[in-house]
């Protein structure tokens, strides 16, 4: 790219959630203005880092994506899910996320789905998915499928894991707030 005049820089790749150290910390935003997925068969990755950073990403169309014209640029901006976490660190999840109990019988959890309180039995995962409408879709054995804006989770004592987009990420403690974040994700397209 430098010998068309753009500026380039290559990132070391984001740390899978699950890879990420005991500090937990997100990486740093790096100064460029456009991130480029070269390709591999997990895009989430690229698109977490494009979310959280807050810069466009310029990857190919995936699979089942409406197609445009041949030799066209095309652009979108897609919902994530923001999750604001007890320590203070904010991920973002690109589909779904969950939260399973890492205890056998932590009692009952506290859910605020929008301004709804319910109560649901700790030991069941809560799956938390993202609507293309870009609503949470929050399912649990206590009450089904619900679809909100936003999700609070309390409990009172007790680890909890969080599985962002299906990968196992890290063990959380309450409280901890979901919300469907529209347009976030800015998506290029060549």
Request: glycine share 12%; no cysteine.
């Amino acid at each position: 790219m430098n010998e068309h005049g753009i500026r380039s820089m290559e990132l070391s790749p984001v740390p899978e959630a699950g890879e990420r150290d005991a500090g937990h910390r997100s990486p740093a935003r790096p100064r460029v203005e456009l991130l480029v997925h070269a390709g591999g068969p997990q895009p989430e990755q690229a698109m977490r880092a494009a979310a959280l950073w807050r810069i466009p990403l310029l990857m190919e169309p995936q699979e089942g994506a409406p197609g445009g014209e041949p030799n066209s640029f095309r652009g979108h901006r897609r919902p994530v899910i923001g999750i604001h976490l007890a320590d203070g660190d904010f991920v973002v999840a690109v589909r779904e996320n969950a939260l399973v109990a890492l205890q056998p019988h932590p009692g009952n959890a506290r859910l605020i789905l929008d301004n709804e309180k319910i109560l649901a039995p700790g030991e069941q995962p809560l799956g938390i998915r993202l609507t293309g409408e870009g609503q949470l879709e929050v399912r649990g054995d206590a009450f089904g499928l619900r679809r909100v804006r936003r999700l609070r989770f309390e409990r009172a004592w007790g680890a909890y894991r969080l599985d962002i987009d299906g990968t196992p990420s890290r063990d959380v403690r309450a409280p901890l707030r979901m919300e469907a974040q529209p347009g976030r994700l800015h998506l290029l397209h060549p």
